[in-house]
């Protein structure tokens, strides 16, 4: 049974879906509701507060490190850069990443992860996050991580006619992937926010940008089925693909499976402001 809730939230009245929803209903326009809730929460969503983050990065300070304001999950940064005082990590696109602790997802049945970015590269295929396992096992060094086995990535292009920003899962690599592209290529100097909805309970996965739906696409595995050993930004899971360059301003992960209007109200509000 779905119960339909009237929020008032996002600049517009709008109605929130309770409870488990077709996968078709979830691509149904910008502002969308791909998210039904869940993570172990009761399935309401408002609109009006977003719920906090499990793991929340503002890239603030100076070094290697980057601290997770919430949930103590600190990530190593790689390559040589480094925080760069300013609230921003710009990462170089030749071998620059950051390695978050594994188990990020663990125990999760839902999950959104929220990136604030500024692309500064070129190439197919590089990640902006990608959660996952490769063929080579945990922490490879470069030229022997082979393929990604597992997987949950945010990338701004690919090779596809289109090729802009998209979402990847999967839990048997490329040929169980679910995929989801869009036109925008993120190549315009700005920074924008970049949302992927992992819906367990409505088996959905949604893709965002800056509050936008972009499209939503039906999952057939849980979330569980992703291995997420190895949790980078900037780096593949699949040696073939580039590097990301450009800047991290802010990531977010919630264990909820946010609705379209708390991750456009996200948006508004701006990265610093959960």
Do not use: K
């Not at 077709?22 to 399935?43: F, I, L, Q, Y």
């Not at 292009?157 to 690599?173: C, Q």
């Amino acid at each position: 049974m779905v119960l339909l809730l009237g929020l008032s939230g996002c600049g517009a009245d709008v109605e929130i879906a309770v409870g488990r929803m077709n996968p078709a209903s979830a691509a149904s326009g910008s502002g969308g509701e791909a998210g039904s809730g869940g993570g172990g929460g009761d399935g309401t969503i408002s609109c009006d507060v977003l719920p906090s983050p499990t793991h929340r990065y503002t890239f603030d300070g100076v070094g290697d490190v980057v601290a997770d304001l919430i949930g103590g999950a600190d990530g190593a940064i790689l390559g040589g850069a480094s925080l760069d005082g300013g609230g921003g990590l710009t990462l170089d696109g030749e071998d620059d990443y950051v390695d978050l602790p594994a188990g990020l997802l663990a125990g999760l049945r839902d999950v959104t992860v929220m990136v604030w970015v500024v692309r500064d590269g070129e190439g197919s295929y590089p990640r902006i996050v990608d959660f996952g396992l490769a063929s080579g096992g945990e922490d490879p060094v470069e030229g022997e991580g082979g393929v990604g086995t597992s997987y949950l990535v945010i990338t701004p292009s690919t090779v596809f006619d289109v090729r802009g920003v998209s979402a990847l899962a999967s839990d048997s690599g490329v040929r169980g992937e679910v995929a989801i592209h869009a036109e925008p290529t993120l190549e315009d100097g700005e920074i924008h926010q970049v949302a992927v909805v992992f819906d367990g309970a409505a088996a959905t996965l949604a893709l965002y940008l800056d509050g936008a739906l972009l499209g939503s696409e039906p999952v057939g595995f849980p979330l569980s089925g992703i291995q997420d050993v190895n949790n980078w930004l900037g780096r593949s899971q699949f040696d073939a693909d580039p590097y990301f360059g450009g800047r991290y301003d802010e990531l977010r992960i919630y264990r909820e499976a946010l609705a379209g209007c708390a991750v456009e109200a996200a948006w508004n509000a701006g990265p610093d402001r959960p």
